[in-house]
């Protein structure tokens, strides 16, 4: 089936300073999707991508879709302690109305 | 609150009871899926309801699982005879035909 590798696992960084962190997959999708769980929560939605080489951005939170479809980007720049969670990318395994299967995260800590 | 909501927020059980779910989807999306975290991992495909029909089931939902959407609003999802495998966090997530999947705070359930 599916996989989403996302890298780094777990990230220690200090406020203010910039985030990136990658997922990348066994199989072409169409659709990207970042999402970020804070604990006991469900994942709340980040940024959506429908299109190779789209790059978006939202806030502090730029992500792009790869050309190979194959692969994605998130970055935050200037982190802030409410960063701090875990971040999902995951795609529907057909178009946009589809199951989706998800990355094994990306666990981001802020230090002061 | 317009959101997917769940209930109860969390649940603990006895190995061997049964244990219903809840989840109300946005009101206007006809799409509903149920998904299963556990520890450390992204959420996993359950089921997939469009309207009142459940028109997909992973291979992860044992017959000891069932869910229903009867008139095509909220849903449940019962765990029959668990186990403390099933101990996880199960969330709901609803949408509209070609629009991304918005999630719910999930329930988490320990079995003892």
């Known amino acids: 089936g599916q996989q989403l590798n996302q890298s780094p696992q777990s990230m220690f960084i200090q406020e203010g300073e910039d985030v990136s962190m990658n997922c990348t997959s066994s199989?072409?999708?169409?659709?990207w999707l970042w999402y970020k769980q804070d604990p006991g929560e469900g994942p709340v939605l980040l940024i959506a991508?429908?299109?190779?080489?789209e790059l978006t951005s939202n806030g502090r939170l730029t992500a792009q879709f790869g050309i190979t479809r194959k692969d994605s980007f998130l970055n935050i720049s200037a982190s802030i302690p409410s960063d701090v969670g875990i971040y999902f990318c995951?795609?529907?395994?057909?178009?946009?109305?589809?199951?989706?299967?998800f990355g094994t995260g990306t666990r981001l800590q802020v230090t002061l | 609150d317009t959101g997917v909501s769940q209930d109860p927020r969390h649940k603990i059980t006895k190995r061997g009871q049964n244990v219903t779910f809840r989840c109300d989807p946005i009101?206007?999306?006809?799409?509903l899926y149920w998904y299963r975290q556990t520890l450390g991992q992204g959420p996993e495909f359950l089921t997939y309801?469009?309207?009142?029909?459940?028109?997909?089931k992973s291979r992860l939902l044992s017959d000891r699982f069932s869910a229903e959407r009867p008139k095509g609003s909220f849903s449940t999802l019962e765990i029959q005879r668990t186990e403390q495998g099933d101990s996880a966090m199960y969330l709901c997530?609803?949408?509209?035909?070609?629009?991304?999947?918005?999630f719910g705070p999930g329930t988490r359930l320990l079995v003892l």
């Open positions: 309801f469009q309207n009142e029909a459940q028109l997909e």
């Open positions: 995951a795609g529907p395994y057909t178009g946009t109305a589809s199951k989706l299967t």
């Open positions: 009101s206007e999306h006809n799409r």
């Open positions: 997530a609803s949408h509209r035909a070609q629009e991304t999947q918005y």
């Open positions: 991508l429908y299109k190779a080489g």
């Open positions: 199989s072409i999708f169409n659709t």
